[in-house]
């Protein structure tokens, strides 16, 4: 994995010679459909216990809209996939190079069809 990480005076991350894009990017793949699981859909102890009911109302629905539309969160791992993987300086161009790209409409068609060959 790897071998070395930034430290204070600004070095860069060293992968070790084993590695290889394709280990990384499924690696990164869950890493980033974890962060988006913790981002998108659980509060913490301190936003559970400081929610009114209307909030945990909306909590509910917004959950149920995201289980139901698998595209979002394939959308937004794959973003983070990418981000995580390519490490832009300029996080809002890459945003929106990502969700502007034309192909990203196909690319998330394919992925649920295959998802639902999974399944």
């Given at each position: 994995?790897?071998?070395?990480g930034k430290d204070g005076a600004g070095s860069q991350e060293v992968l070790s010679e084993g590695?290889?894009?394709?280990?990384?990017?499924?690696?990164?793949?869950?890493?980033?459909?974890?962060?988006?699981?913790?981002?998108?859909?659980?509060?913490?102890?301190?936003?559970?216990?400081?929610?009114?009911?209307?909030?945990?109302?909306?909590?509910?629905?917004?959950?149920?809209?995201?289980?139901t539309h698998k595209e979002v969160e394939l959308l937004i791992s794959g973003f983070f996939r990418?981000?995580?993987?390519?490490?832009?300086?300029?996080?809002?161009?890459?945003?929106?190079?990502?969700?502007?790209?034309?192909?990203?409409?196909?690319?998330?068609?394919?992925?649920?069809?295959?998802?639902?060959?999974?399944?």
């Amino acid at each position: 994995m790897l071998s070395g990480g930034k430290d204070g005076a600004g070095s860069q991350e060293v992968l070790s010679e084993g590695d290889n894009r394709s280990s990384r990017a499924k690696t990164s793949a869950a890493e980033s459909m974890r962060v988006c699981k913790e981002l998108i859909i659980q509060p913490s102890f301190l936003q559970v216990a400081s929610t009114s009911d209307g909030e945990i109302q909306t909590r509910i629905t917004n959950e149920k809209y995201l289980r139901t539309h698998k595209e979002v969160e394939l959308l937004i791992s794959g973003f983070f996939r990418e981000m995580f993987l390519k490490r832009p300086d300029n996080i809002q161009e890459f945003a929106a190079d990502y969700f502007t790209d034309p192909r990203l409409p196909n690319k998330i068609h394919m992925q649920l069809i295959k998802e639902k060959k999974v399944a």
